[in-house]
């Protein structure tokens, strides 16, 4: 994780820095720093913390510079404190390095080098890639473009970093490998580098992404070079950011999560958007056109993902296998890849991933892709590495999403999935094209319904506010609200820090209900589908041991109505549709709970947004 941006031009680096820190911190915030090249040689501010720690340390100071480089952190090597913090100068302190990522073989060169008389301040990783870099720049009198290139022949692990040098001003350079980095190329030679594009979005909208194994160099009068770590010149591809720039700010909203929450029936409208011809009852998704032959012969479907696109995949899993009947697997990124599982070239491996980034679901995918399966990548971020790794794929097009906890990208994921479910039952002749049109039809009213369930917001609030002291809470669904209900629970307990549980309804009876009592509420996704009566009878048992019942129900049901404490009502829809509506009022519930209890909604405790370490 970790977000690191860098700076050359003409206009003074330090707001550019800070700024763009602020926008990167979803990528980590335990610690943040910044160095700035001024004519006093390189000066370096840090500590633990967020980048408003750091702000209010370097208020009153004067931080003049037009190059620099800064770092929000989150911490792998050694505890987040001032000294792991970074920048990291090198021994001679001619260097300064920012990095996200992390070096494999970092114990065995930190040896090599205490062997040759180098001191560390630091417990990290960089520290060592910095001064091995010192060490060769010393020991092959080469110049530092080439000196990088030579050290990170030696490294193993992932790396995105850029180097300050006190000796060259007029110089930044850069590397990538397994970690983000792009480069922004403004006016007469000013240059922004970053984990991701938001922090140059205002200043230019020409980028270069970098790919891994290349190493670039921004110079106030040699421009922009690349070269890859084998010593090839590269040809930089200019491309054009499609991002602007109200979309990575509050707009009004108390905070990201809110925003995205309510972003959703634009979300899920941009991701249909110009693949569904509802007239002919046709879906054109151009990733799948293009195999279509190979993914409709497909023996199964394996989706690796992790957190909450994990649970997108698990829906997935009904809907495919109920429209397209092909056997789907779902598997977590982390543990599918360490299993030696079994794969071949007539499996189709299926990544969901909204950062793009997320280190197990990457590596899960080369391993399926070395064993010859087709890898099909359903990615939120434009040109990250899970879609430039993939044979085909389909962008959902929720916009950035900055709240760490995951909301908008959830319903876009579950769009493109059931387009491709779609799809792939037309395409296998599973599903006739009266019940594709009429399926179509129905997810073309779901903006329109999520904008009603939108309307709950008060009741939900309400809820909270009743509920909010909890110590435990438990979730329970069936069919594809059971996947809703692991995702509740997750969003409940990633933001408030309250214990959740998600349960598949009728497994409450195999142990959780041990733990039902007047001080548990149970949340209950109760909506009318093929499972309404067996979840009846679970609330029954759950209000027979005196829990607390808080319902979701279809609009208009009475039933459940009676029976529960508290019911938030979302509008009627097809069953395999329901958990675009049904997680709603579970994300309003946790954001809600969370503000209430004083947590930090938008970047809460331990967590990051972009997950590049395994
Ligand atoms: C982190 C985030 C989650 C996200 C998960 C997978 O844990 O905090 O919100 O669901 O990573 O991320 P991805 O970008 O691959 O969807």
């Not at 403004?186 to 594009?197: I, L, P, R, T, Y």
């Not at 999935?417 to 037309?426: E, P, W």
């Not at 002291?469 to 069919?479: E, H, T, V």
């Not at 009878?537 to 049901?557: C, H, L, M």
């Amino acid at each position: 994780m970790c977000g690191i941006v860098g700076y050359l031009g003409h206009r003074e680096a330090y707001p550019i820095i800070i700024k763009g820190l602020k926008r990167l911190e979803y990528r980590g915030y335990d610690s943040a720093g910044v160095a700035l090249q001024t004519e006093d040689g390189i000066k370096l501010h840090k500590c633990k913390g967020k980048v408003s720690n750091l702000e209010e340390m370097v208020a009153g100071m004067e931080l003049r510079g037009t190059s620099g480089i800064g770092h929000t952190r989150w911490a792998t090597h050694g505890p987040p404190n001032d000294v792991n913090a970074h920048p990291h100068f090198s021994e001679s302190e001619e260097l300064c390095i920012i990095h996200n990522g992390i070096i494999e073989n970092y114990s065995s060169l930190k040896n090599e080098l205490i062997n040759r008389g180098y001191e560390f301040k630091s417990d990290t990783d960089t520290e060592v890639l910095i001064n091995l870099i010192q060490e060769v720049h010393k020991k092959t009198g080469s110049d530092l473009y080439e000196s990088i290139r030579l050290a990170l022949n030696e490294v193993v692990g992932a790396y995105a970093i850029v180097i300050l040098n006190k000796l060259n001003p007029d110089e930044l350079i850069a590397a990538k490998m397994g970690s983000p980095l792009v480069v922004g190329v403004g006016e007469d030679n000013e240059f922004f580098f970053a984990s991701d594009a938001t922090p140059i979005i205002e200043y230019t909208k020409n980028v270069v992404y970098l790919e891994d194994g290349e190493i670039a160099s921004v110079d106030r009068k040699k421009g922009l070079r690349i070269k890859t770590i084998k010593n090839q010149e590269i040809n930089p591809v200019i491309q054009e950011l499609e991002m602007n720039l109200e979309a990575i700010e509050l707009g009004g909203y108390e905070h990201f999560m809110l925003k995205e929450i309510h972003e959703q029936p634009k979300s899920v409208l941009d991701s249909m958007r110009g693949r569904v011809d509802l007239l002919s009852g046709k879906i054109v998704l151009g990733g799948f056109k293009e195999h279509e032959q190979r993914i409709r012969n497909a023996d199964r479907i394996i989706i690796v993902a992790c957190g909450t696109s994990w649970h997108a995949g698990l829906v997935a899993e009904y809907l495919i296998e109920d429209v397209a009947r092909v056997p789907v697997e779902v598997e977590y990124a982390s543990e599918f890849r360490y299993r030696n599982p079994v794969i071949t070239e007539k499996d189709v491996v299926v990544a969901i991933s909204q950062s793009g980034e997320t280190a197990d679901t990457l590596a899960a995918i080369k391993m399926a892709k070395e064993k010859g399966a087709l890898i099909y990548g359903i990615c939120n971020v434009i040109g990250s590495s899970i879609p430039r790794e993939t044979h085909s794929g389909s962008y959902t097009h929720a916009g950035p999403e900055i709240g760490v906890a995951s909301t908008k990208a959830f319903t876009a994921q579950l769009t493109v999935l059931t387009l491709m479910a779609l799809s792939l039952g037309y395409s296998r002749g599973t599903i006739s094209q009266g019940k594709m049109q009429r399926l179509l039809m129905e997810l073309e009213q779901i903006p329109a319904k999520l904008e009603k369930v939108l309307k709950t917001d008060k009741q939900v609030r309400y809820i909270a506010e009743i509920f909010k002291d909890a110590r435990n809470m438990l979730y329970l669904g069936r069919g594809v609200n059971f996947p809703v209900a692991l995702e509740g629970a997750l969003k409940l307990k990633e933001i408030s820090y309250i214990h959740a549980e998600g349960y598949p309804a009728a497994e409450m009876k195999h142990g959780p209900i041990a733990l039902i009592d007047e001080e548990m509420p149970v949340i209950v996704i109760a909506t009318k589908d093929s499972s309404y009566e067996k979840v009846v009878s679970n609330i029954q048992e759950v209000k027979a041991r005196g829990g607390k019942i808080i319902a979701i129900i279809t609009e208009g049901d009475t039933q459940v109505k009676e029976m529960a404490d508290y019911t938030i009502e979302i509008p009627e829809t097809t069953d395999i549709l329901v958990p675009f509506l049904s997680v709603v009022p579970l994300q309003l519930l946790s954001y809600h709970i969370a503000v209430m209890r004083g947590c930090n909604v938008d970047q809460p405790r331990n967590l990051a947004k972009s997950v590049t370490v395994e």
